[in-house]
């Protein structure tokens, strides 16, 4: 949002009342509080019949600084508020002649006392990360509407690039963007996002939370090309300055503090087949597609029925198609017996026609208008309600009729849409605030959800498919990025943004294979296919059209075939990143910066990724088969050829279908195991460490067991070229050295 006109002039709408200077503090054991007017203070009465602003520092936890802004105190307070896990520490507070200092563990806010010369300095391990300073930090009033905001920008370095923001397919370094914190149902080919999140983290170590679930607007060297300025609507603005060194640890410590994600049941790690979205499918269709798959040896691990298990026009009432699916008990044991998961889908809309409406309106279960009449809507059902998530009882309804579906057999729900969520004239069952719950609906949507799995099978055997999300939706996985079409420039906006919501803190993220509209070409069916079978959670799914390889051509049987039995090998790499996403917040797709934060060319990669710590994926991209991207230096190892290339360098190549850049780091140890058909095994039987391009030193590998704990450790001793290894199990092993 853009409240000046130029460097010079403010917009003639806003009056705009700047921080100038520090006029006052006060300290406290736990809070630096200061006084900034927007007049010159410093004779007798000159702050009389001006604004001024009130700014207090606190800490939340080690190397977080919480920056509070407030021009009138007595506003109303109306949540949500974002659930975050406070450790609050006491900081260091210190004064002398020419500044204040807030200190919180290698973290620092310094104020200058200066005359007219309002400036907050933060500073991470004693180095200037960023500053708040001349015409940054405001309270701006809208003439014509009335409305208050509050304002702060920080300064960027030459060089500094700023990432996240959630998930979004516009450019991968938003630098130049302008980015409204307002989820929509967009699709991947716009600016709208389906999972936004008020928090950005850049190349130099530092990242900057707004603590509001409402539509904050960032202008990202935009309006002011050398800041981030963020806005809020209100009298009122927190935000936190998270530093941690390097991106990992950047995130590491957001995630600390917003939630780390849950860690997914091996099994969701394995393909996921769906019926498509509108293509018509009974109990014959669904058999055809897995005895198919099965005849191809493909490796299936879960079978996912989309909207139109339900019968038309009556989504979502959670009950079975009695025309389609007659027998919903049986079939489920058949998919069981044949050792597949299932996953259905659903969505917080009711339809007028469903059996859940006139119950759930009688009840007083939806969103409400504020003269009492239940909110409607015919955009995507006709006449439909939206369930009121603050509702306790609401909840526990809608929970009702899952645990009836998880009894049946059912593993895992499509946790869908969630984002149009209306704010005027609308009313919660709790009183919130409906602008600040439109983006915070969807962690109440997904949470009890993803709780209700969780109660029914156990903590570690609950898993979504969500699509929208905010601050702390990364506690309940996985999410998918959304409706893409079937092309190479979808695929691209994919993996974009795959990487921004990496930037967020999502440890588990998936996307429609070979896109969700449209049917994509054989082409870029196959290249798509091994792009998504090199992710965290891989899905073949469309929306008016079967995602069966076959039906593209039998070579895309062979893709597929190639890459899940891949995976499936690769799990126990795989599920130790899954943990590490679990325990330290570090997703298993991370973008190249995490891995390599002093490489300048790794800032930029948008076509390619880190799976883990040392695979690095370059999807195909092109009709003629080539891929650029950059190899970080040393010598790397394609795992699935076995070629040595030198690093340090752009390179172009051109692959088949079976084949891309699939590149093992130098003095690296890749676990793999011995179990092709399916991702939930024991690791430790028949494991080969392949140790690539090693140097002299230890490497220690350790191995999951299913629930994420330490199967085996493995110690490897590397001189010479030569490999000995200690190990604590008993299981037979084999170390293979790719020098």
Request: proline content about 5%; glycine content about 8%.
């Amino acid at each position: 949002m853009k409240f000046t006109n130029g460097y010079w002039l403010n917009r003639p709408e806003y009056d705009l009342h700047f921080a100038l200077e520090s006029y006052d503090a006060t300290i406290t054991k736990d809070a630096l509080r200061i006084i900034a007017p927007s007049v010159p203070s410093r004779r007798r009465g000159g702050v009389m019949n001006h604004a001024a602003l009130t700014v207090t520092f606190t800490s939340p936890m080690p190397d977080v600084i919480r920056v509070k802004l407030e021009h009138w105190r007595g506003t109303a307070k109306r949540g949500p508020y974002f659930e975050l896990n406070e450790c609050p520490v006491k900081p260091v507070i210190t004064e002398t002649e020419t500044e204040y200092v807030f200190q919180s563990g290698r973290a620092k806010a310094v104020i200058s006392k200066a005359e007219q010369g309002w400036r907050v300095s933060y500073l991470g391990d004693d180095r200037l990360l960023t500053e708040s300073e001349h015409h940054a930090m405001a309270h701006a009033y809208c003439k014509p509407t009335g409305r208050d905001y509050m304002i702060d920008s920080l300064n960027l370095d030459v060089g500094e690039r700023v990432y996240g923001l959630g998930e979004r397919f516009t450019a991968y370094v938003k630098n130049g963007q302008v980015v409204d914190i307002w989820n929509g149902d967009g699709g991947t080919a716009s600016e709208l996002a389906y999972k936004n999140v008020p928090f950005y983290m850049t190349n130099r170590g530092y990242g900057v939370l707004v603590e509001s679930s409402s539509d904050v607007s960032f202008e990202v060297a935009s309006e002011k090309v050398e800041r981030v300025q963020f806005s809020q609507q209100g009298q009122a603005m927190t935000y936190d300055i998270i530093y941690g060194g390097d991106p990992k640890g950047v995130l590491e410590r957001y995630t600390a503090l917003t939630g780390r994600p849950a860690l997914p049941p091996a099994w969701s790690f394995g393909l996921w087949l769906s019926t498509s979205f509108t293509t018509s499918y009974d109990e014959k269709t669904v058999t055809s597609f897995i005895d198919g798959m099965a005849e191809r040896d493909i490796p299936l691990s879960v079978f996912h029925f989309d909207c139109f298990w339900m019968k038309d026009n009556h989504l979502t009432d959670l009950t079975w198609d009695p025309d389609v699916f007659p027998d919903p008990e049986g079939l489920l044991k058949k998919l069981k017996a044949r050792g597949l998961h299932v996953c259905c889908w659903l969505n917080p809309y009711i339809a007028q026609e469903s059996a859940m409406f006139d119950e759930g309106a009688a009840q007083g279960y939806f969103i409400m208008k504020e003269n009492g009449d239940v909110w409607q809507t015919d955009l995507w059902q006709p006449g439909m309600a939206i369930l009121d998530v603050t509702n306790p009882a609401a909840r526990e309804w809608y929970a009702g009729k899952l645990r009836k579906l998880l009894e049946m057999g059912v593993d895992a729900f499509k946790t869908d849409f969630g984002e149009r969520i209306p704010v005027k004239g609308v009313k919660y069952h709790d009183g919130s605030d409906p602008l600040r719950m439109h983006n915070f609906y969807t962690y109440l949507y997904n949470k009890f959800v993803f709780e209700t799995i969780e109660a029914c099978r156990g903590r570690g055997d609950a898993v979504v498919f969500a699509r929208s999300a905010t601050v702390g939706g990364q506690k309940f996985p996985v999410h998918w990025n959304g409706d893409s079409s079937a092309t190479f420039m979808s695929m691209a906006e994919t993996l974009r943004s795959g990487l921004s919501i990496g930037h967020s803190g999502f440890g588990f993220w998936s996307h429609d294979i070979a896109g969700f509209e449209q049917t994509a070409t054989a082409d870029v069916y196959k290249r798509w296919a091994a792009f998504g079978l090199l992710s965290s959670h891989s899905r073949l799914h469309g929306s008016s059209s079967y995602r069966v390889p076959w039906l593209f051509d039998e070579e895309a049987s062979a893709v597929v075939k190639r890459f899940a039995r891949l995976k499936n090998r690769l799990m126990p790499y795989l599920y130790a990143a899954a943990v590490e996403a679990h325990e330290k917040g570090v997703p298993v797709l991370r973008p190249m910066l995490f891995e390599f934060p002093d490489s300048v060319a790794c800032e930029t990669c948008d076509t390619q990724y880190m799976l883990g710590p040392s695979l690095l994926v370059a999807p195909v991209m092109h009709s003629d088969g080539h891929v650029d991207y950059y190899l970080p230096a040393g010598a790397w190892v394609n795992l699935l050829s076995g070629e040595t290339v030198e690093g340090d360098t752009w390179r172009r190549e051109t692959h088949d279908y079976l084949s891309l850049p699939l590149m093992a780091r130098p003095n690296s140890v890749i676990p793999m195991g011995a179990d092709e058909t399916r991702p939930d095994y024991d690791y430790t039987d028949g494991l080969e460490l392949h140790v690539f391009r090693p140097e002299d030193g230890t490497i220690t590998v350790k191995v999951p067991d299913l629930r994420g704990n330490v199967a085996a450790t493995y110690t490897l001793h590397i001189a010479g070229g030569q490999v000995t290894v200690d190990a604590d199990t008993d299981r037979p092993y084999k170390v293979i050295v790719h020098n």
